[in-house]
């Protein structure tokens, strides 16, 4: 059974004009259904991220503290200068025998929280990481506590300020 070539070619017209209305009536609404789905999937994220797992959204609140552990320095202070991408310059500290130089942190959603320190005594020099989110966020749980006693031999870390192990040599 052959279909007449005229009867095609109007089927053929007939879907062109169909399939046209159809795009024209439905296709404003699909661009809007579309934008309210892809706003309540991110709202549904952020409320998911809030309740379930605050830390990354809200920040994990650290102390980080660097005490000068020097047994006899004291007419050469420990100099320490620190940097941060979050605060910037924090500034220097010439510490004595027994100071410290501490201060509060908050991560960020981004996780790439990262204090770098340089310490200088006598002619030795080092800078360090005082706190890098990917290295110490299992290591200064659960009391969320990174401190560092820099001695004549290295630097101590703790998580408790009891138990010391060393990390690193001056050189």
């Known amino acids: 059974m052959?279909?007449?070539i005229i009867t095609l070619?109007?089927?053929e017209f007939r879907w062109l004009l169909w399939k046209k209305r159809l795009q024209h009536h439905h296709l404003?609404?699909?661009k809007i259904s579309t934008s309210v789905l892809l706003m309540f999937c991110v709202a549904l994220g952020i409320i998911f991220m809030s309740v379930y797992q605050p830390e990354h959204f809200f920040g994990v609140e650290y102390e980080v503290r660097v005490i000068n552990g020097f047994s006899n320095n004291s007419s050469l202070p420990l100099v320490i200068w620190c940097i941060s991408q979050q605060d910037g310059d924090m500034g220097g500290r010439a510490l004595q025998e027994g100071d410290d130089f501490g201060w509060r942190l908050k991560t960020n959603i981004w996780g790439n929280s990262h204090y770098l320190c340089t310490l200088k005594w006598d002619a030795k020099r080092r800078s360090?990481?005082?706190f890098k989110i990917s290295r110490d966020s299992q290591r200064c749980a659960p009391l969320k506590k990174c401190s560092w006693l820099v001695k004549e031999d290295g630097f101590y870390f703790s998580s408790d300020e009891v138990n010391?192990?060393?990390d690193f040599s001056w050189y």
């Open 2 to 4: 052959r279909i007449p």
């Open 9 to 11: 070619i109007a089927l």
């Open 28 to 30: 404003p609404n699909m």
């Open 128 to 130: 360090f990481d005082a």
């Open 164 to 166: 010391w192990k060393k």
